[in-house]
């Protein structure tokens, strides 16, 4: 294809990390005449967005919105907002995006206490507990879909362990909303971001995040400014929940389009429904792979139904074999990640890529190729 030639990609099946397929209602809405971000139509879709999003984020919080960047800038706007330079934070890492949530904390200036587990496993809440007898965290941070290793991480603990030590309890839910339940109020969680590529089926680009009342009292409590113009959620702010929408950026109007119709599919197909078939669809791959020699990384308690992280069978050449799903059969899975690159396959089976025909389809073709 050279740049004369009409854009014309293959149509690929993505059973990858994300971003996942996307229903074509979605692709339809984004191709919606633009209107102005500041249209008062386009007002009402944003609300009708931030309704969406405290629905499926089980939340009443007031501060529940879109950023206007990826999910690695939903997890920036939690950092940033509620960490001035000098401030705690205790970070659990059990793979690359808790060591991603570390490395922006010590950006604010943050002191960053690190709370690691192997990958492959979750965190121990004793860990937790050990950890906060010789610090006091204003937050404390966790990933709850670790997808470089496929592990669940339970939340309901750690976050008591955050509540009885005073810290701010945030979550990282890219890989785990609306494929798993995360429960934002009931689970007493005060910040939390997620993304739109992963179980949501949208196009990337866009960050759903939500604040309690006592993380914006945090906000609003800051001694010093946010270091970033564009994430500084005191601006930020008046743009989706203030009486009178101030102009702060201009929100990208075609992706804000295609995530009402995509909030719109989860909500007709039920969040509990929802979960149900990505249980499903898992279980109906791990009968395939298990037949033709795969190993699951991660102990049964603790796996993502959304995202298989399978070890290599002895003697396979993985990239080659990745490479000819994708030419071969249009089929893009995942590789390892950091010290999994090369040892493991994370296959995706997030949102609209959760079905039989997707588990059916990787099934056969490997099938073929091995
Ligand atoms: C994908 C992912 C991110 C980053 O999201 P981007 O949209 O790629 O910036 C962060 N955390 C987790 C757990 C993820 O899976």
């Known amino acids: 294809m050279a740049y004369q030639d009409e854009l014309n990609t293959s149509r690929r099946y993505l059973m990858g990390p994300g971003p996942s397929d996307v229903h074509p209602r979605v692709l339809k809405a ?23 999003a405290q629905r499926t984020f089980q939340t009443q919080n007031h501060l529940t919105f879109v950023v206007s960047a990826p999910g690695s800038a ?17 970070i659990c ?6 060591g991603r949530m570390a490395d922006i904390a010590e950006r604010c200036g943050a002191k960053v206490i690190r ?41 309901e603990e750690i976050s008591r362990l955050a509540r009885e030590s005073g810290a701010l309890f945030l979550v990282d839910a890219v890989t785990s909303y609306c494929g798993v339940e995360v429960k934002v ?18 196009p990337p680009g866009l960050s759903p995040v939500s604040f309690s009342e006592r993380a914006v009292e945090a906000l609003e409590q800051r001694k010093t400014k946010v270091q970033s113009w564009f994430l500084d959620l005191s601006l930020v702010r008046s743009y989706w929940a203030g009486a009178r929408r101030a102009y702060h950026h201009t929100a990208p109007v075609s992706a804000m389009f295609a995530l009402r119709e995509a909030y719109r599919l989860v909500l007709e197909e ?17 009968r395939e792979l298990e037949a033709l020699g795969f190993e ?62 997707h588990v059916n389809m990787l099934a056969s073709a490997l099938r073929a190729i091995l």
């Not at 709850?144 to 991480?153: C, D, F, K, N």
């Not at 109020?185 to 949208?202: F, N």
């Not at 039920?270 to 791990?286: T, W």
Request: charged residues 25%; negative net charge.
């Open 296 to 357: 699951f990384l991660v102990q049964p308690d603790y796996r993502l139904p959304m995202l298989n992280a399978v070890k290599i069978p002895e003697g396979l050449d993985e990239a080659a074999l990745r490479r000819r799903l994708l030419d071969e059969y249009n089929i893009e899975v995942g590789g390892g990640l950091g010290q999994f690159a090369g040892r493991i396959w994370r296959i995706g089976l997030m949102g609209e890529s959760s079905t039989p025909n």
């Open 115 to 155: 709370v690691e587990a192997p990958w492959g496993g979750p965190v121990d809440p004793q860990q937790v507990k050990a950890a906060l007898e010789h610090c006091s965290p204003k937050v404390l941070a966790i990933v709850h879909a670790e997808t470089s290793t496929g592990v669940l991480q339970p939340l």
């Open 185 to 202: 109020d009931e689970w007493g969680i005060d910040a939390i971001y997620s993304g739109t590529q992963k179980c949501l089926s949208a």
């Open 270 to 286: 039920g969040l509990e429904n929802r979960f149900a078939r990505h249980r499903r669809n898992h279980e109906l791959l791990k």
């Open 30 to 52: 984004m191709a919606t005449p633009l209107i102005g971000h500041l249209d008062p139509e386009f007002v009402d879709i944003m609300d009708d967005i931030k309704a969406m």
């Open 93 to 98: 890492i059990h793979g690359l995006f808790g």
């Open 74 to 90: 939903g997890m920036e706007t939690c950092l940033v907002n509620l960490l001035e330079p000098g401030d705690e934070a205790l």
